[in-house]
């Protein structure tokens, strides 16, 4: 959960908000569409693995961070932002991570629901690839770097 108090939610006076399911139905958040924050959100009381946006947020390795910050600082596009899709090889490159290992680190995040790849004009290559975010990936985006 992103706001505890009055400051908190007065930083949103007069954004809009939308009411998102996230993962597999196991967390249901309110979040901001203006600033992509979290105000509050709750897991699925049955759901006996869930975890919330924070703790994924929390729960990413060094490597999955420096893929997420490529998808944003790249010469090509802003993955964070809404129908801008970066090239999986222009998220690699800017993350500083070897391909190899940073294909492996993508694959990571696809699992954890925070990455999307599609295939670009199908050639194949998972350099020619699409990297997306996911509405997941971009609320764990802002807990991560935007805080
Ligand atoms: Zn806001």
Sequence with gaps: MAVFDYHGLLAHVSHSFECIVYGDNQNVALACNDCHEVIIDFDRPDFDNASS????????????????????????????????FPWVFAVVEASGLSPQVG??????????????????????????MIFALTELGKAVYSIVFLR
């Excluded at 490597?63 to 809404?82: C, H, P, Q, T």
């Excluded at 492996?104 to 194949?124: F, M, N, P, R, W």
């Design 53 to 84: 946006i924070e703790e994924i947020a929390k729960s990413l390795t060094e490597n999955e961070k420096a893929i997420l910050r490529g998808s944003r600082d790249n010469e090509f596009a802003n993955a964070v932002e809404d129908f801008s």
């Design 103 to 128: 294909r492996g680190t993508i694959s990571s995040l696809v699992q954890k629901g925070i990455v999307a790849i599609s295939d670009y004009e199908a050639k194949g290559k998972a350099e020619d």
